[in-house]
């Protein structure tokens, strides 16, 4: 073992002064020899979890992660650090792979990153038998989950680190995980760990979900009026989508760019780089781009569709606020959006028991967007975890009206009813909800859906008011919306209670929203910076884009943005006085201790 303890490497190492939440329980544990499953927010520090034991153990941490793509960021952070950290995947030579290889049997390195395909290979089976192992790390375990949303059949192959090293302790890490997925992690992959669960809650992150009218007109406001000049990411579900959209804010003067799985891979890895080597990009994706991005300044994360499932938005938005400042998670989402996921799912070839577990989930993500409560209380709710109305999020900051909807739901599933007991077929909603509101349009008036009973009874609501309700109908299944049939609305069974006033309908009131900015989320913690500390602040950073430039590294793999601001609000004026900031190591005070006492001092 390190003679160094724990606490030690905390401090010397990363630069933090005492763990959060249960890492130094983790640490002691694995350290120890035992398996552990921790499960801990993005941004949460899960990292320090496997880091230090792998450090205080005799032997080199094995590190499974799926992200090629970051693995060298992340090794050169660690470089950064002054630990002696490698990867090995696919875009090393064979001469540079070698080298590594022979540096892990040597004993000259404390962590390497592998992929989980190489990991697999024979080759490199033998070569961790040839090395003393200090642990196995398994990043992004809820990969190994068949039911889960980022599900990679390479991972469930990894139970083979249980029979071929029995001895060497494993963690297995992720960011989310419901309760099946977390069984599934726990039989596959470790024996008889200790689970650790931390909060899943990102208080620095504010939520907001709004309704589509011009979604690329509500994205461009957004961004201009909230968070100009700042990184963010947007998520789109096509990939024409994502080059319409990313075009469209080029357009308007934003530094965007579209990173989806069709473009080719050196323009795809070029976009990307630039997101996370230059301030204030945007990267409008697919869900291609995100699983263990570790840009900590990403100010937003929007998405222009609704996600399948809340463990997918919940990881795409935990990207946004990394290191603890305030950050928005916004979403605009509509009938198309749940349209489109439940025909994707339909049209899957997965089972049937699969398709229902899908269906559930997107059950569960409409109801989040169509909630009149707090969004942060029933997104831990659903990972288990109790807690109260947060106010900071939309529904909290300016809560809804809710108004009883049921004479209103009868008139909508009668006339759906009616349209179709006229024509012997069914109508889309735009048709149906015409005839609802007493619109004569030519298609109304070529089926005589205007002699219906029903014609002109909803004329009190608007179109919007309607398209609302209906999402809320289809999401508590009393409507269904046929595919395949240029989305047609029939009715459920389930319907039948509404029209004979047994079962009640609750739904949120539209309320005009002021245009103008809605103000940021809220800091979890410190104050704003004074003009004097805010001039500091930004020649830090203009000093630490210079540096990053010269060491081939993103900006926050020197500072990230957290340290750079303790720095400008303390002004410290000796190493010493530096030393006591978060973020500052020994190795990094050894670099930068000199130039930074320098800029500021001015």
């Known amino acids: 073992m390190n003679p160094r303890s724990a606490q030690e490497i905390l401090r010397d190492t990363f630069g933090y002064a005492s763990f959060r939440g249960f890492q130094g329980e983790v640490i002691d544990h694995v350290a120890g020899g035992g398996d552990a499953l921790v499960l801990m927010p993005t941004g949460g520090g899960k990292s320090v979890c496997y880091q230090i034991p792998a450090l205080l153990r005799e ?145 620095n992150i504010r939520y907001r979900i709004v309704e589509k009218r011009e979604p690329r007109e509500q994205l461009l406001r957004f961004i201009t009026e909230e968070h100009p000049g700042e990184a963010g990411i947007v998520y789109c579900l096509a990939r024409n989508t994502v080059e319409q959209v990313a075009s469209f804010l080029v357009g308007h003067g934003i530094a965007a760019a579209p990173y989806h799985a069709g473009m080719d891979a050196a323009t795809r890895a070029g976009n990307q780089r630039r997101f996370k080597a230059e301030d204030g990009q945007v990267i409008v994706a697919t869900i291609a781009f995100g699983m263990g991005i570790d840009k900590p300044d990403v100010r937003f994360v929007a998405h222009l569709d609704m996600p399948k499932s809340i463990e997918g938005y919940f990881q795409e938005t935990g990207r946004a606020g990394r290191d603890g400042l305030p950050a928005d998670a916004w979403m605009a989402y509509g009938l198309a959006d749940v349209v489109q996921q439940r025909r994707l799912i339909e049209m899957s070839e997965a089972d049937d028991a699969y398709k229902r577990l899908s269906g559930a989930k997107l059950d569960a993500m409409l ?197 750079l601001q303790a720095i400008a609000q303390s002004r410290p004026s000796s190493v010493d006085a530096l030393r006591a900031l978060p973020g500052l190591g020994e190795r990094k005070l050894a670099n930068y201790g000199a130039q930074l006492l320098e800029l500021i001092g001015g």
């Open 367 to 563: 109801g989040l967007a169509e909630a009149a409560d707090c969004r942060r209380v029933r997104l831990l709710a659903y990972f288990g975890e109790e807690s109260r109305p947060c106010g900071n999020c939309d529904n909290c900051i300016s809560p809804p009206q809710v108004r009883d909807a049921s004479d209103d739901a009868k008139k909508l599933l009668s006339c759906i009813y009616r349209c179709q007991q006229a024509s012997g077929f069914g109508f889309a909603a735009t048709h149906v909800i015409d005839a609802l509101r007493g619109k004569r349009t030519e298609k109304v008036a070529k089926f005589g859906h205007d002699r219906l009973s029903t014609f002109g009874i909803g004329a009190d609501l608007s179109e919007a008011e309607w398209r609302l309700l209906l999402r809320q109908l289809a999401a508590q299944h009393l409507v269904e919306v046929d595919y395949e049939r240029f989305n047609v609305l029939r009715l459920a069974e389930a319907s039948r209670a509404v029209l004979r006033g047994e079962r009640r309908i609750e739904l949120r009131r539209q309320v005009a929203v002021a245009r103008g900015r809605a103000g940021k989320a809220k800091p979890a913690a410190g104050v704003p910076l004074d003009a004097a500390a805010q001039t500091l602040y930004e020649r830090l950073r203009a000093w630490r884009g210079q540096v990053a430039r010269e060491h081939g590294v993103p900006a926050y793999v020197v500072f990230h943005d957290s340290t």
């Open 59 to 203: 032997g080199v941490g094995i590190v499974v992660s799926p992200l090629i793509a970051l693995m060298a960021d992340q090794v050169a952070a660690l470089q950064e650090l002054g630990v002696r950290a490698a990867f090995l995947n696919s875009t090393l030579g064979a001469r540079e792979a070698a080298a590594v290889e022979a540096a892990m049997r040597r004993g000259e390195l404390d962590l390497v990153y592998v992929a989980p395909e190489r990991l697999l290979t024979e080759r490199c089976q033998r070569l961790l038998d040839e090395c003393a192992i200090a642990l196995f790390a398994i990043d992004e375990a809820h990969c190994v989950s068949q039911w889960g949303h980022d599900f990679r059949p390479e991972y469930g192959q990894l139970a083979l680190l249980r029979s071929r090293w029995p001895q060497v302790p494993r963690i297995a890490l992720t960011a989310t995980a419901d309760v099946p997925t977390r069984q599934e992690i726990v039989e596959r992959l470790l024996v008889e760990p200790r689970v650790f669960v931390a909060s899943f809650d990102r208080p």
